[in-house]
């Protein structure tokens, strides 16, 4: 873990975790991405050829009439060329336009949608879902260690009822972390990894034959982009169910 990571371990359980998730994604998608553009001769031997085979091909179907390639296309094929190269060898390009699009975008349109929980006094926990989700899972915890200390140490699971209840809010705390935490956190580290190999693809977008690998790979990255998009309106959702009974 960094030492700009390490830091935000102590902001709360969930806080934490997500805050620290986001903190080493970003910079494992920048150090990929670096590693592969700048400090890889093969990847950027690869990019050359490839852009050598394009011009030759354009070249070739503009000589011989083949296709439907023009010469008034020459302005659309430059700027096809510019944004590849801009994508595939500017981090702050590839910054800008891919990575906070796919890991910053859904959590921001997330925050749009629940912003009505927020104008109103509906729900205090869905008004604000972070703090909402860390509330309800300190409560749960602290309920699931208050049954069983009165269950008692030795007590076996479902041995009483106040060991069965400090086992079923147990069970509950955890279900609840993992399946917004860590669904969440699972598809950001997605985003990270797709973004940190992203010039390889798309560099492929430049070729016919390759151009379909680059379009399951931007696929990929909406699939990534999409679940914790979904994940924290079903947050919102269930924190304004569950609070009544916490």
Do not use: N
Not at 73 to 93: N, Q, V
């Amino acid at each position: 873990m960094s030492s700009a990571c390490a830091t935000l371990v102590d902001a709360g359980v969930i806080r934490g975790v997500l805050a620290t998730v986001d903190c080493q994604t970003r910079a494992y998608a920048e150090g990929g991405y670096l590693a592969l553009t700048q400090g890889s001769p093969v990847f950027q031997a690869a990019l050359t050829a490839l852009l050598t085979i394009y011009v030759a091909l354009i070249g070739y179907r503009m000589l011989f009439a083949q296709g439907a390639t023009r010469l008034s296309d020459a302005p659309r094929i430059a700027l096809i060329i510019g944004a590849i190269l801009a994508l595939a060898t500017s981090w702050s390009t590839f910054q800008a336009l891919v990575f906070d699009t796919a890991e910053r975008a859904p959590v921001e349109i997330a925050a749009i949608a629940s912003s009505p929980w927020q104008d109103s006094a509906r729900s205090s926990l869905a008004a604000d879902p972070i703090a909402g989700l860390e509330a309800a899972y300190h409560e749960l915890t602290l309920t699931a260690a208050a049954y069983g200390k009165v269950a008692g140490v030795d007590a076996k699971p479902y041995a009483s009822p106040q060991a069965a209840a400090a086992e079923a809010v147990s069970l509950a705390s955890g279900v609840l972390f993992f399946s917004s935490v860590g669904v969440i956190s699972a598809a950001t580290l997605a985003i990270g990894i797709l973004t940190a190999v992203g010039p390889v693809f798309i560099a492929l977008a430049l070729l016919p034959a390759t151009r379909g690998i680059f379009t399951g790979w931007v696929r990929a990255l909406l699939a990534g982009a999409l679940t914790p998009l979904v994940g924290w309106l079903l947050l919102v959702l269930m924190l304004a169910v569950v609070e009544p009974w916490l």
